[in-house]
Structures are given as structure tokens and as C-alpha cells.
């Protein structure tokens, strides 16, 4: 399941998602899910139709990540897996960084980092001239809906209806999600 956010020329998104990384750090073999949280430009382009057409948007490269998830064999609510990409180099994410505070409170952890976008972008390296007025203000005032929606999601992935592996799929090499 996919859920998009969408502020002046950022957007973020969550889904849920099925992870198996075919070559896992040591402490990381095995499925893991959760919900991963993305944060990305948005374009929006010329009309393509009448007046009245819709405007095509495009969701664009990545700026940061967050990844709420465990590992499948593991204890729900361990968010053992839990983790954030602080940048971006294109459409490449930064190693994972694991901070004790992201998985003791992923909630809070996630709802403090949205609420200062000026920090966040920082510590992307992005300039902050790239975002717009309706970012700085539409974000943080959005965290509460966000927070919600990841909860849900995360409930979902523990009751087993989301982030499960695709029928089929190789046990050994699989990435199950919008994002």
C-alpha cells in the first residue's frame, strides 16, 4: 500500500514493504518488513490537455529515508531492523544509520525529525533554497496525519495483511514494495 503527501515541491511517502537483501551485513540476514518512509522533490509539469485537465506530477529523487522494520522471524515491536538514510547521492541512498533512539521510539523518533524540516534537509546536504514555503509549513503540520497513517501500516504488517513476500518470490532475493 502506497500513501503520498504532497506539500509545494516535496512529497513524502509511505508503504509498507518485504526486504531480503541478497548480500546482508553480518547481524541482518533473513526477511525483514516494516514501513518505509521516503521523503522526495516533486515536479509538476505543463498541462497536457485543456485547462481543466489534470497536472501530471512527477515524484522525483529522494532526499531522505526512514526504514521502520524488523525482522520477520523476529519479536513484533523489536523494530531490531529499524533504521534512516540521512542523504541521498541521486537516486543512491546513504549507508543505513542506526540510532538507539530511532528503535527504543520510532514514532516519536519520526515525528520529531519531520517537524524540523530545516534540520533534516541539512543533514541532507540539500540546499534549502530547493524547498518551498508551503514545505517548511505543510510538512510539520502534517506529522500528525503522517504518524497515524505509519501506525496503521505497521499494524497491518504485524497482522500479516502488508509486507509479507510476494507469492512465488525467491526466499533469498526479494524487495516487496512501492518504494
Not at 526486504?19 to 515536479?43: D, I, M, S, Y
Not at 530547493?130 to 509549513?137: A, K, S
Not at 495483511?161 to 514494495?177: I, K, M, T
Request: hydrophobic letters at 35%; proline letters at 9%; glycine letters at 10%.
Amino acid at each position: 500500500m502506497l500513501y503520498a503527501f504532497g506539500f509545494d515541491r516535496l512529497g513524502l511517502l509511505i508503504s509498507d514493504m518485504y526486504f531480503v537483501n541478497p548480500a546482508p551485513a553480518k547481524g541482518q540476514e533473513g526477511p525483514e518488513h516494516g514501513v518505509r518512509l521516503e521523503l522526495r522533490r516533486l515536479t509538476p509539469r505543463e498541462l497536457e490537455g485543456s485547462i481543466y485537465s489534470a497536472r501530471p506530477i512527477t515524484i522525483d529523487e529522494p532526499i531522505w529515508r526512514a526504514d521502520l522494520l524488523e525482522s520477520v522471524d523476529g519479536r513484533p515491536g523489536s523494530f531490531d531492523r529499524t533504521h534512516h538514510h540521512p542523504r541521498f547521492y541521486g537516486w543512491n541512498e546513504s549507508n543505513r544509520a542506526f540510532e538507539a533512539e530511532l528503535s527504543a521510539d520510532p514514532i516519536g523518533w519520526l515525528g520529531r525529525k519531520l517537524s524540523d524540516l530545516p534540520s533534516l534537509l541539512a543533514h541532507a546536504d540539500v540546499d534549502p533554497d530547493t524547498v518551498g514555503p508551503g514545505d517548511l509549513d505543510g510538512l510539520p503540520r502534517a506529522v500528525p496525519e503522517i504518524l497515524e497513517v505509519t501506525r496503521r501500516l505497521l499494524d497491518r504488517v504485524r497482522a500479516g495483511e502488508l509486507g509479507c513476500r510476494p507469492v512465488g518470490a525467491p526466499a533469498d532475493n526479494v524487495r516487496a514494495s512501492w518504494l
